[in-house]
């Protein structure tokens, strides 16, 4: 037997239903974004194992680790988990059995949770049998099979398996880099940093473009940082427009616009008819109180 903690990665929702190709795809970035972002938070990573829907992420503090990736989108949870193997019924049996006599005690109601892929082993067969292990192991537990007080998740693969206790949801969405570059106007306004970071959460990749640059500007635009796999941004004059255009493959531009009185949209029309790329304006028609919501991400947001 052999045991070790890792960071178990559930992938968001919209990853997993895509096809295998560009399920492939979008995995792949995930892991640049996770290995980017573990790196400029110096998190040692050992190693990062897929698995049917899940990222198995090996590395030197699995504690650590999950706090970094609270904001990276493309996640739909994160457990620190109890890494075993050989994944054989009477060694999962052992280990939980095992790590149950530490998680709870006499009278808690409780419930198992397992998954099991890649082996003979079925998850309703490991939940009946190995929760009467338990039960017999610690005195008058209770199930709870809906809302119980304490839950113990098994997931078992073909050569090993996984034990926790708790989940930490993500962002969910698409990782940095799965779809288009995107030019953003920033003038140093509240409402750009939720229109950005709901570019971001799609997977584009922003690039800042301002009429004049300051430290300001920059400090406002620098608390998207962590939701860019912690790269930094670099800003460019809207005067170099062109040159940014061709040398990052621009797709779109973005604006933080969202009122919709009709001198806005004739506004909005003929900006649009000035531009050669789509100009997209996440926040129009975006309820205020989702707004409100993202902007809470931006916890030092004064402007």
Request: with cysteine.
């Amino acid at each position: 037997m052999t045991e070790q903690e890792c960071l178990l990665l559930k992938t968001a929702s919209e990853i997993s239903l895509k096809s295998s190709f560009v399920r492939r795809f979008f995995t792949k970035k995930l892991e640049q974004s996770i290995k980017f972002s573990l790196k400029r938070n110096n998190v040692k990573l050992d190693k990062i194992v897929r698995g049917g829907g899940r990222l198995y992420i090996f590395c030197s503090s699995a504690k650590n680790a999950q706090k970094t990736l609270l904001t990276i989108s493309g996640i739909h949870a994160t457990a620190i988990s109890k890494h075993f193997k050989p994944a054989e019924y009477e060694e999962i049996e052992s280990q939980v059995v095992s790590f149950a006599k530490k998680f709870l005690k006499k009278g808690d109601e409780f419930a198992l949770d397992a998954r099991s892929t890649g082996n003979n082993l079925l998850a309703r067969d490991l939940e009946v049998k190995i929760g009467a292990a338990v039960m017999e192991a610690i005195p008058n537990l209770k199930v709870k099979l809906k809302n119980p007080e304490k839950e113990i998740f098994i997931e078992v693969s073909k050569k090993d398996f996984f034990i926790y206790t708790e989940q930490v949801m993500g962002l969910g969405g698409l990782p940095s880099g799965a779809e288009g570059a995107v030019a953003m106007f920033f003038e140093g306004k509240r409402d750009e940093l939720p229109a950005a970071f709901l570019l971001m959460h799609r997977g584009c990749n922003i690039f800042p473009t301002v009429k004049k640059n300051s430290k300001e500007l920059e400090e406002h635009i620098s608390k998207l940082v962590p939701f860019n796999d912690y790269r930094q941004f670099a800003l460019t004059n809207e005067k170099d427009l062109p040159v940014l255009f061709e040398e990052r493959n621009i797709k779109a531009i973005a604006t933080a616009d969202s009122k919709t009185d009709s001198k806005s949209l004739v506004k909005y029309k003929k900006f649009n008819e000035e531009q050669n790329l789509v100009v997209l304006r996440p926040l129009l028609l975006y309820p205020e109180k989702k707004k409100a919501n993202l902007l809470k991400l931006f916890v030092n947001e004064k402007t």
